[in-house]
């Protein structure tokens, strides 16, 4: 059986989503795991966007070797060159060039005809081939280029050395049928596709709902690569999801009789870890792993699956790594089962990262009965933020109540040990803790979003409080844990404080060394 190449963007696309900014330790743990689902090409980021990007793209590079680490690049000069220094560590490269080639790109963004096109994508192709033999080149807006000219182009950026060719439906507009046909009609009409073994990608995205279906169509029309993320994840409405299709790949294999070797076992701890480090929720009906997926309420269907499990359930949720039994620790659980649930999940601590965070599940464990999976990651979590954290909670106590002025007095613990105590008054003990913060950090934001919710069952959850703010045109997320939700909301609000400031300071180093 063929396989079809899968290429996962989640840390690049997938991170333009709104809110879902990550950091570098982040980035790094998501990076592992997508090396260990058996991903082909992970694409890291886009070098010449940030400082962050680059640093990310090239971490990633110089740590992952199993998958291809692939940086985004426009088609100019500058751009390639900032992405062949991120991936000149990589055991594997790859330098991805998009120009676009709609005639509405053409005559309202980019302003230029098809031949200038043609030449700055031959050349850009041609600058990327100096720091590596593995080049993919992107149409942009293939699906609403003229046939002629994407024929035109696509051999053009093949003579130039191009060794992927990847036909992105950029805004969503394809339908099925018509994406399938454009692979099937380039392969035909371009003998140099087989002859050179060139491979042909989908990039789908979800804004009338067809990301999967039309990526799917591609696969049949002769795609052997399909770019995708993880709970489908991205601008706008979001890109295909790469666990729906690895799965219909998988389950329907008598019809696509193609394959991909993504160990789908994985995908769960995926799901939740990408979940979990966005602060994007999945959808309790999302397909493969929603909280519904599996699930059955109907009489029927519960009498069908009890009698054999295949009457209502096309797939075994063993086979995407949905445990049948959830491992619950106590306050007696030692070290090494603690360890083995940390690496279940598919995280990868360091020595110290894993000490600290055991320190805090014995203290939650204090607090609570029974520690879930749910409560691990977000201790997970909340170690992988350590790295950013320049401000800690050190202490906190709020006034609240009828009739009485919500008041809250809040002490801060600097970098350098160093506290800082303050209070204030405010609308709600929420609002109290807030003002307290900002007035000990100096930083002045707007909340902009504030959600609570528990992370895991019973009435002694840890409640999670996500919260996004604004600070000179900035937006920053943040999240806090904790079985008391006005900590939860402090530490929420502080991490995005932290994030915050850990940006300003890379950019003003960054400003200063290209000062020097």
Known sequence: ??????????????????????????????????????????????????????????????????????????????????????????????????????????????????EEIVKISVDSIRQARQYTDDVEFSPEDASRTELEFLEDITHAAIEAGATTINLPDTVGYATPKAYGEIFSHLIAKLPIIRERGIILSAHCHDDLGMAVANSLSAVEGGARQVECTINGIGERAGNAALEEIVMALRTRSDYYKVTSRIDSTRIYSASRMVSTLTGLAVQRNKAIVGENAFAHEAGIHQDGVLKYRETYEIMDPATVGIPKGTLVLGKHSGRHAFRDRVIQLGYTLTDEQLEHTFTKFKSLADKKKEVFDEDIEALVDEQLEVATGLWELAGLQVTSGSNTIPTATVTLRDATGQTVQDASIGDGPVDAIYSAIQRLTGIQATLLDYRIRAVSKGKDAQGEVQIELEHNGRKIRGRGLSTDILEASALGYLAAINRLRSISNRERLVTQHVAI
């Open 1 to 114: 059986m063929e396989s079809v190449r899968i290429f996962d963007t989640t840390l690049r696309d997938g991170e333009q989503s709104p809110g879902a900014t990550l950091t570098l330790p982040e980035k790094l743990e998501i990076a592992r795991h997508l090396e260990a689902m058996g991903v082909d090409i992970i694409e890291a980021g886009f070098p010449i966007s940030s400082q962050g990007d680059f640093e990310s793209v090239r971490a990633i590079a110089s740590e992952i070797t199993a998958s291809t680490v692939c940086g985004l690049s426009r088609c100019t000069p500058k751009d390639i060159d900032r992405a062949g220094e991120a991936i000149k560590h990589a055991a594997k490269g790859r330098i991805h060039v998009f120009c676009a080639t709609s005639k509405i790109h053409r005559d309202h963004k980019l302003r230029k005809g098809k």
